[in-house]
């Protein structure tokens, strides 16, 4: 009986410490709803695994650690998502050890797996058609067809996407302020706070001028919406998880079997520029990439653009 309780104890402590870690994630390091969200849900299968296993989730050892990972292995979980899940925990005993609640992180000496290296996902040019058309004001052939007001929004979310290679938490949290459609442009706030400016065609313009003048008034009747520019059916902004799931209804209406991603959007507007002959370092400020390295393996998707660096530098071509 005494052992059971001193479970019922630790199981306790580790929910406590788990949720001031949270609250400390949200308050001191602004961390998104997103992010918080993930953290709770591999923390909550961390404390879950515990106490089904009798670990003191505060106190594991780092066998017990090992084999917290191996479990997940085991359950058929993807490299990236255990490495994850340690991503929390270790941020958990890190936060433990700095606000004194921990003497040591047992997580130190763990290593997260190897990830598969993964090419990116190119859309190829007849299905990026058929995506864009599901909600536009007009069919593939040219016919028109009357658009509702969440297809204004989302052919606006989608063009937006494609002309511009955002990321989609940068498209989701875009405001009002941040665009110029007189230069054609729009201001990107990206990873670390880093803004950049973005170039949009004219077909991304006019999507965007038809949702602002006939959509947007109308999703924000009524209600608060702030400066966000995408907004959803209730007036709020039209959140990450809702551009994704849009995105899927998108691909089942254009009878596509493949399953793509905002990100993939992003892929293919990348490669699109190098195959159409962009260098390499336009290409990473439009991404917003710190580096180069990061940008390079779109050239994986082009050879075309290969053939030309090569054509273009080998000093016998």
Known sequence: MESEDNQILDASEGAKAVSLYLHSLEVERNASAHTIRSYATDLDAYLRWCSSKGVTP???????????????????????TINRHLSAIRGLFGWLVVAGLAQDDPTTTLNGLKKHKRLPHKIPPSEMARILAVHGDRVIG???REQSISDMRDQAVLELLYASGCR???????LMRDLDLAQ????????????????????????????LAQARPQLAAGVSSGEWLFLSTRGNRFSEDAI???????LK????????????????????????????????ELLGHASPSTTQIYTHLSPSYLKQAHATAHPRA
Do not use: C
């Open 142 to 144: 040219g016919e028109t």
């Open 168 to 174: 989609v938490s940068e498209a989701s949290g875009m």
């Open 184 to 211: 054609r442009q729009a201001r990107v706030l990206g990873k670390g706070s880093k803004e950049r400016i973005v170039p949009l065609h004219d077909i991304s313009v006019a999507s965007i001028r038809r949702y």
């Open 253 to 284: 209406e254009a009878g596509i079997a493949s399953v793509y991603t905002p990100h993939d959007i992003r892929h293919t507007f990348a490669s699109d520029l190098l195959e159409g002959g962009a260098d390499l370092r336009s290409v990473q």
């Open 244 to 250: 994704r799931r849009m995105l899927r209804e998108t």
């Open 58 to 80: 505060l106190k594991p050892n780092r066998r017990a650690l090992r084999a917290y990972l191996g479990y997940l292995s085991a359950a058929g979980y993807e490299r990236t």
